[in-house]
């Protein structure tokens, strides 16, 4: 099982970018899925997450500028990213509780990373 994301890259402030991420490999369902970023010298941290019913959270810095979604046929998790500032320069993350099996624990699975860079 594993997490490709895509849709990074250079944006100016006051751009966006959409960032997709898909699963794939064997699995019995796919629990929450989400988006963290780590910036230089900073901790990991929740970008938003989206339950397998649709309920979103997200964290405080991109609340109304960052809209997650995902389309559970195909599964993948996507984030519109409107509005962008400079802080929010980050390597970005896609995570999703994958289970195996209907039996299986919690599983986190990370994608690669992919960078997203804004210029001021």
């Known amino acids: 099982v594993q997490l490709q994301a895509s849709g990074g890259g250079l944006v100016q402030a006051g751009g966006s970018l959409r960032l997709s991420c898909a699963a794939s490999g064997s699995m019995f369902r796919i629990n929450d899925m989400g988006w963290y970023r780590q910036a230089p010298g900073k901790q990991r941290e929740l970008v938003a997450v989206?339950?397998?019913?649709?309920?979103?959270n997200y964290g405080g810095s991109v609340k109304g500028r960052f809209t997650i979604s995902r389309d559970n046929a195909k599964n993948t998790v996507s984030l519109q990213m409107n509005s962008l500032k400079p802080e929010d320069t980050a390597v970005y993350y896609c995570?999703?509780?994958?289970?195996?099996?209907?039996?299986?624990?919690?599983?986190?699975?990370w994608g690669q990373g992919t960078q997203v860079t804004v210029s001021s």
């Open positions: 989206i339950t397998s019913g649709g309920i979103t």
């Open positions: 995570n999703a509780d994958i289970r195996r099996f209907s039996f299986s624990p919690r599983n986190d699975v």
